[in-house]
C-alpha cells in the first residue's frame, strides 16, 4: 500500500480519538474525591479533644500545610508523569515538597527537644498510627489508579511513586486531626515512616494493578 493511500485510509476510517485531560484537570478531580474521604474518616474517628488549640498554633499549621502541598504536587507529578509533553524535572517537585515537610518536622523536634530537656525525643511504639495511614489512604490510592489508567503507560515507575506519595500524604495529613502522637520523634520515626513505607510498596502495587487496567 502506498504511503498516500495509507494516509488516505486512515483519515476516512480511523476513529475519533478524545484528548486527555490536563494534569491539572486530572488533579482537581483527585481532590474532589479524596477531599471527601478524609473528611468521613476524620469525622467516623473522631477529631481530637485538643484540636481547636492546635489549629490554633502556627507550628501545627505549618506542618499541615506542608504536608497539604506534599499531596497537591504528588499528585500533579503523578499526572504529569504519564504525559511526554510534560517534563522530566515536575516529577522530582515531589522529593522537593517532602524533604521540607521533613526537614520542618526534625526542626521542630530537635526545638522541642531542648526546650523539654530530650522528651520530645521519646519514642515507643505505636501501632495505631501505620493501619491507621494505610486505611485512610486506600481511597485516595485507588482513585488514583483509577485516574492514571489511560496516561500511565509512559515513564509508568515515576506515576505510581508521585500518585502513592500523594495518597499517602493525604492520610497523614488526616492523621493528626483524630490522632495525637505522644513525641515529635514518634512523629518522624512512625508517621513520616509509615509515609516512606507506604509510597514504596503503594507504587508496587499501583503498578500492577495499572497494568490490569
Avoid at 500511565?152 to 502513592?164: E, I, Q
Avoid at 507506604?198 to 507504587?203: H, I, Y
Wanted: charge should be positive.
Amino acid at each position: 500500500m502506498k504511503t498516500e493511500d495509507l494516509i488516505a485510509r486512515l483519515a476516512r476510517d480511523a476513529a475519533p480519538v478524545r484528548r486527555l485531560p490536563s494534569p491539572g484537570a486530572l488533579m482537581a478531580r483527585w481532590l474532589l474525591l479524596t477531599l471527601p474521604v478524609l473528611a468521613a474518616v476524620v469525622l467516623m474517628m473522631g477529631p481530637r479533644p485538643d484540636l481547636a488549640g492546635l489549629l490554633a498554633q502556627p507550628r501545627f499549621l505549618l506542618t499541615e500545610g506542608l504536608a497539604a502541598a506534599t499531596t497537591v504536587i504528588s499528585a500533579y507529578a503523578a499526572f504529569c508523569a504519564g504525559r511526554p509533553d510534560q517534563p522530566t524535572w515536575k516529577l522530582f517537585m515531589p522529593v522537593a515538597a517532602f524533604l521540607i515537610w521533613l526537614a520542618e518536622l526534625g526542626r521542630q523536634c530537635f526545638v522541642l527537644s531542648v526546650q523539654t530537656n530530650g522528651a520530645a525525643l521519646v519514642l515507643h511504639a505505636d501501632w495505631l498510627c501505620v493501619p491507621a495511614i494505610a486505611m485512610t489512604a486506600l481511597v485516595p490510592a485507588a482513585a488514583m489508579v483509577w485516574l492514571l489508567r489511560h496516561s500511565a503507560k509512559f515513564r509508568p515507575t515515576h506515576a505510581c511513586l508521585c500518585g502513592t506519595m500523594a495518597a499517602a500524604a493525604a492520610a497523614e495529613c488526616a492523621l493528626p486531626l483524630f490522632h495525637a502522637a505522644d513525641t515529635m520523634m514518634m512523629v518522624l520515626v512512625w508517621q513520616m515512616g509509615s509515609v516512606a513505607l507506604f509510597t514504596m510498596l503503594g507504587a508496587m502495587a499501583a503498578r500492577l494493578g495499572l497494568n490490569t487496567l
